[in-house]
């Protein structure tokens, strides 16, 4: 069974939570400055790493929070997760 690390609930099998694709995707600051090539790059392009990969994942069968994943994709590994926001470090 593969198990990941929730921020806040510990480790918990990988049933109880929903991949949300790549993390760290910034909104752009002023989107009406974006001509459509570029809004159509970060609304769907997406990296496709073969390696090291940070992504969203969602604790959906517990507390239901978001957090970030830092997952080798070719060995599945999880190097580290954590909350997305500092102020979230302490569970709160
Ligand atoms: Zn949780």
Request: glycine share 8%; net charge negative.
């Amino acid at each position: 069974m593969f198990l990941i690390r929730c921020p806040w609930c510990g480790e918990r099998a990988e049933t109880e939570f929903s991949y949300g694709g790549e993390g760290e995707i910034s909104r752009p600051l002023d989107p009406d400055a974006l001509n459509d090539a570029e809004w159509a790059d970060y609304l769907f392009l997406r990296s496709n790493p073969r390696g090291a990969h940070k992504e969203l994942w969602n604790h959906s069968q517990g507390c239901r929070r978001w957090f970030g994943v830092n997952r080798d994709t070719v060995s599945y590994k999880i190097d580290s997760t954590y909350p997305l926001h500092a102020s979230e470090e302490d569970g709160q």
